[in-house]
């Protein structure tokens, strides 16, 4: 399993950031979810 993201307002110019991971779907990883609903110290546990 692969996903893409990227952290930017607008278009792609200027400033932004992009990552892409791909994980085991085999292996899952306990606690992922959305990283938006997780707290800081979830992400961080988690990172």
Known sequence: ???VDEAG???LA???VAAA???N??????GLADSKKLS???RDTLA
């Open 9 to 11: 307002r607008g278009p």
């Open 40 to 42: 800081v110290g979830q």
């Open 25 to 30: 779907p085999a292996q899952p990883i306990v």
């Open 14 to 16: 200027g400033p932004v």
């Open 1 to 3: 399993m692969a996903g």
């Open 21 to 23: 991971v791909v994980l």
